[in-house]
């Protein structure tokens, strides 16, 4: 059974820099083709990509947060990790990672499941 | 910077067919994929590869994706299918993922 599950701080300051880690099991990061991506969405609004890795560390952003954002894996403790630096309160969200789908092409690209996200909220 | 158009609401009355839309400029030569969200709950799987079904989804939901629009069909529509639904492709000039704005389904 594949499971992910966010973690990180529920609030954060404006101009600070979230971090996000994201606990999988089910699945390596190891593997050829795997990948884990990160997406938000703030109350009320539709779901924003963020980024992914992929299983050989290559990485994609979204191109209008690329300036802001690092995503990294820890494959020995099944953990990804996302970096936003500059939090405003615009960012207030809930930030989801899930799985990428086993697409044979990255053009492909889909993402299933989703962890349960976690809620943050930037306010001062 | 490509973009997925969804109708914000749709509405169907039970045992009837919902379809939602997802227009992009030339979107059939994408794969369109889609989710469904329920409130308070994480987006879940419900077609990929444009009409490809997880396992665990009903026969009752299919896709279809052609031209420049992609359409998620919900047949026999039930009150779970009480939704949000969401379109998703990658964009391969620019290499990310693209989600649509979403749309409600309300089930009458």
């Known amino acids: 059974q594949i499971t992910l599950k966010e973690s990180g701080p529920t609030l954060v300051k404006p101009t600070q820099t979230l971090t996000l880690t994201c606990t999988f099991s089910g699945f390596s990061l190891s593997t050829s083709g795997v990948g884990v991506g990160w997406i938000r969405q703030p109350p009320g609004k539709a779901l924003e990509w963020l980024a992914l890795i992929y299983w050989n560390d290559d990485k994609r952003y979204s191109p209008s947060l690329k300036s802001r954002l690092t995503i990294t894996k820890d494959t020995s403790k099944n953990q990804v990790v996302l970096t936003m630096t500059n939090m405003d309160p615009v960012d207030t969200a809930t930030y989801y990672c899930a799985l990428r789908g086993p697409a044979a092409r990255r053009a492909n690209n889909w993402f299933d499941p989703w962890g349960q996200g976690t809620l943050v909220t930037v306010s001062s | 910077s490509y973009v997925l158009t969804q109708p914000p609401s749709v509405s169907v009355a039970p045992g009837k067919t919902a379809r939602i839309t997802c227009g992009g400029n030339?979107?059939?030569?994408?794969?369109v994929h889609w989710y469904q969200q329920k409130p308070g709950q994480a987006p879940v799987l419900v077609i990929y590869?444009?009409?490809d079904r997880p396992s665990g989804i009903p026969e009752r939901f299919s896709g279809s994706n052609s031209g420049n629009t992609a359409t998620l069909t919900i047949s026999r529509v039930e009150a779970g299918d009480e939704a949000d639904y969401y379109c998703q492709v990658w964009d391969s000039s620019s290499d990310h993922a693209v989600f649509g704005g979403g749309t409600q389904l309300t089930v009458l």
């Open positions: 030339n979107i059939g030569s994408k794969s």
């Open positions: 590869y444009d009409s």
